[in-house]
């Protein structure tokens, strides 16, 4: 989504150079602890330099169209650009732990961090492709925590070094404060549903998704956005709201894209959710219909074949899932350009042509 | 060590306020985000609270030794025990992420974070003791990593919120960052050495260990009392020199006690780092030695018996390792006394005598 067109390319290159900055000064003292060390930041920096950046360009976005209103602050847009990378280092944080809670080698089709450090051992040592060795497992898992523990620490050590004033400084720590904890709290609910700790029905699945990724991918870069321009806390206040509505949105989409979607597009593997056996509101819609006794023996079934893929993909339209999720993903959208376009007091006319070009993008997701 | 006397009592005391102060507030604003995450963070802070609080200690008994110089700034103790207690938090998220890593269920005997939330599964599901499934395991372990990135937060967030001045703010955020760094690669050097990726050589175990521990239990807070009381750099250069050596002698000194101390006394199982075929200084010593081709296949032997574990102790003292490994933590803790008593153009009389009682304790210790 936020497809590269023209006017944010040259965004996208600040963004990248800041990021490529963050990443390359820490590369540089990191050298002294030795090879694997060195390494592993490397890797690293490369993987979370290739991702789509999506969080940094929203906040861009958004803190551009605000620094352009009368008493925005234009001058704050190097720390803006330094704050967008921070939310990217987060967001590879969140990726990283994720991928070794949820014991995942691939990332898009491609090998996540874990994959590649795997892959290392295994060209280093010389042994066969297939024959992950516990140890290099291991040592694989242990190295994408601790990367994690670095990219974390990293994105705090931006955000507590910007020389802004006393309040503006404290609102930002308010909201990466509240941020972190709402993806931890949501990352634990993912996990309780898939080990079934907690019980899945409808509104804890969409709280989790609310909580794991809505408030980072969207309410983080779009609040911080409005400290930074200066904004008053009513702009920052409706851009949250927008920001819940766009970031459940996204998440249903995600699970709707990765149930019906084209895998080659969305780079998934087909059917991996069914795989799986994942907690999704589609899921957990389904739960509630006639169609539950048919699904849930083929959902997460030790002998998953394509067959059953496609059959749960059927059974799913059948009874009513992928319409109610696909409903409510139209309904948020709905929402957010309610706000987005209505409350001109609020929010300033070029902040809502960038949100409804951001909502665009969504409604032509594919990927 | 840093035995409670009446002395320190007083500054424990305080230093578990503030902890609990920290702790409490995060628990009041956690508790909206469900049963799950209330209950996990409650679990952690009774755990953290449970500590020796070592490193917080060294931190106010450094400090107060400064502040009451002339130019020390005492009107900083209370940020000073603020960042005391962050150092705390530092530490344990430090040990929950070691433990999902080494896959450990104990602490000192007593079953730690992961082990007492696989505790708390068996007994909500009415589950035998022994029957740790797979699932509660996944849930434990991933907590661990999540409790983990919360304190982690939850430290950066006390650095970044101290109304400190410019200069000295940076100067303590540099300092969280080395050591965050530091640790980390101390950790990925451990387990690149248990997985047999990094070969076992002294220098590189004794590198292990300095970065591991020695960084953030006695160079963190030795410096940050230096940077907080206002003195000037070469105090703080001096203090870290001194924090080096202890450093490093408190881990050899672990290594000791675990090999040959009274497990009743430490608290850890007897033989457990012979069973886990830890390297150890103590180990890539004897590597060295005659005594190689007899020990090697004990430690970490499948079927390792206290048999087992008496051999190695003998095997290990005969060889000269115990002897050697001995001598270092003599060496760097007369090195360290030497720095502590003499440059008193530098270390003024105070801290000097506080260092003094550290090292004291270094000495006596059992556990």
């Known amino acids: 989504m936020l497809e590269r067109r023209s006017e944010t390319d040259g965004v996208v290159r600040e963004i990248e150079l800041h990021l490529r900055d963050l990443l390359d000064a ?26 789509k950046l999506l969080r940094p360009r929203l906040l861009m976005g958004a803190f551009d169209a605000l620094a352009r209103e009368p008493g925005g602050d234009a001058a704050r847009r190097p720390a803006a650009l330094r704050i967008a990378a921070a939310v990217e280092l987060l967001h590879f944080s969140f990726l990283l732990h994720d991928d070794v809670i949820d014991e995942d080698l691939l990332r898009r089709g491609a090998p996540n961090v874990i994959g590649r450090v795997i892959d290392a051992s295994r060209a280093a040592s010389g042994v066969e492709a297939d024959d992950a060795s516990d140890r290099a497992l291991h040592w694989a898992r242990s190295s ?61 699945v969409l709280d989790m998704s609310r909580l794991k990724t809505a408030t980072y991918t969207f309410e983080l870069p779009l609040r911080a956005s409005a400290v930074l321009a200066g904004s008053g806390s009513r702009v920052e206040q409706a851009l949250g709201e927008v920001a819940r509505h766009l970031g459940v949105a996204f998440q249903l989409q995600d699970d709707l894209l990765c149930a019906f979607g084209d895998s080659r597009e969305h780079g998934k593997d087909a059917f991996s959710d069914f795989r799986e056996g994942k907690e999704t509101a589609i899921i957990a819609y389904a739960r509630m219909t006639d169609a539950w006794p048919t699904l849930e023996p083929l959902l997460g079934a030790p002998d998953f074949t394509e067959e059953h893929g496609r059959a749960i993909r059927a059974a799913l339209v059948q009874c009513g899932a992928e319409g109610f999720i696909g409903s409510m993903v139209d309904d948020r959208i709905r929402a957010a350009v309610e706000i987005a376009s209505r409350e001109a007091t609020v929010i300033p006319g070029g902040l809502s042509r960038f949100l409804l070009r951001v909502v665009d993008s969504l409604e032509g997701r594919r990927a």
Chains 1, 2 share one sequence.
């Not at 820490?26 to 991702?51: I, K, Q, T, V």
């Not at 404060?177 to 700790?197: C, F, K, N």
């Open 144 to 204: 994408g925590i601790l990367l994690g523990d670095l990219m974390l620490s990293a994105a705090h050590q931006v955000f507590a070094r910007e020389a802004l004033s006393e309040a503006v400084r404290v609102r930002l720590l308010d909201l990466l404060d509240r941020t972190i904890t709402e993806s931890v709290a949501g990352e634990q609910y993912d996990v309780g549903l898939s080990d079934g700790v907690i019980p899945a029905d409808l509104d804890t």
């Open 26 to 51: 820490r590369s540089a003292s990191g050298a002294a602890y030795g090879p694997h060390f060195d390494r592993l930041w490397r890797l690293g920096s490369e993987c979370l330099l290739g991702g």
